[in-house]
């Protein structure tokens, strides 16, 4: 009698089809044959992703104006929060912040705008001038000189000022600039009023869990705006009247209009310097070659006491950025949005730290979170 258990060692879980050990060519054809069942939930998912990718491209100009608005809004909410913190109620507190919003920009377009508009006729009537005056001022062989002049042979500089006193007369060479951000600080007062409801309307959609890591990542997000934004407006704000006293006092021609390029240029670190120095020399050079180096002189000295002296102390420890992410995260927000992808680029970035200690910490490896907070702490100082 044949043993069984040899048997089964002899043909393992061979399949057995119609008494026989092997299939039939049409059953394993069958049984190769790969079938992918989509259902109807997920194929409905698929497009309408494709319809908010879609959407977003198409607003994205949009998107990034109430998101500068956010930053405002944050901002002037957290004067509304320290007003509260002296009993004044919530209403009372936004009359007060937003009324002096609104008065502080009254008082400044109207001292401002006036002055502008005649520095900048002058300017369009003077550029052939001016231009030349500049030039003359350079050494007549010398490769800079040659340059310019070759490029002022492939322009017509009385088109050109004429053409800019056209579009100061009709209303502003920036109307398309100054409607944006008028449209910008509407959306911030919309969201400094009712973003409190928006906020905690946004959260019901999450789970407790995930409500608390929101409010833990918004609070800190926050005071990374708050730094920035603030920390923006005191360098813009010293820039500026630091220009209009130098340009003053060495006698350039459009000294408001170049000081406040100066403050407007200096929320781009490192290249607003570049962008704000290169009109003033040039005006400065009109003047007199030793009034150009002079003025050169005095921006060099600013920018080096405002990167290492004053950005440090009025930044303080919101961003802890490097140079080089400084740098980097600029030029990519540029590429992206232009200026204002720069003006959101910084804060974006600052605030990777929060989002990786709250959100990340359980997909990364142990320790890198920790690690990675002692970095920051022995190179720009403990944030606490």
Known sequence: MPDSSQETKRVPDAPVVFGSALPSPDQEEIRQRLEIHIP??????????????????????????????????????????????????????LTVVIGGLLTLLGVSMALI??????????????????????????????????????????????????????????????????????????IALYLLIDGRKIYEWLLAFFSPLHRSKIRSS????????????????????LVTVYSLAVLSLFHVPAALMLAILAGIFDI?????????AAPAVLLALSVSPQTGFMVLVAYLLFHAVESYVIIPRVYGKSLRMSTLTVLLGLLAGTLLAGIPGALAALPVIASYAAIERIWLKPFLRDGVSEKHELQKDQVFGDKG
């Open 218 to 237: 918004t609070k800190e997000i926050s005071t990374v705006i708050f730094g920035y934004v603030s920390g923006q407006f005191i360098t813009s704000l």
């Open 113 to 186: 705008v006036p002055a502008l508009i005649d520095q900048a006729a002058i300017i369009s009537d003077s550029l052939p001038r001016l231009s030349n005056e500049a030039l003359h001022q350079l050494p007549a062989n010398g490769t800079i000189r040659q340059s310019i002049e070759r490029m002022m042979e492939k322009s017509n500089w009385s088109e050109a000022g004429a053409w800019m006193g056209h579009v100061w007369s009709a209303g502003g060479i920036a109307l398309g600039g100054i409607t944006q951000t008028a449209l910008m600080l509407v």
């Open 40 to 93: 109807l939930s997920t194929f409905l998912r698929i497009v309408a992703a494709l319809l908010i990718g879609y959407a977003a491209y198409m607003l994205w100009p949009l998107l990034l104006l109430v998101f500068l608005a956010i930053f405002l809004a944050v901002t002037l909410n957290a004067f509304v929060d320290w007003l509260e913190a002296r009993r004044l109620p919530h209403w009372g507190s």
């Open 268 to 276: 781009l670190p490192i290249l607003g310097f570049f962008i704000a």
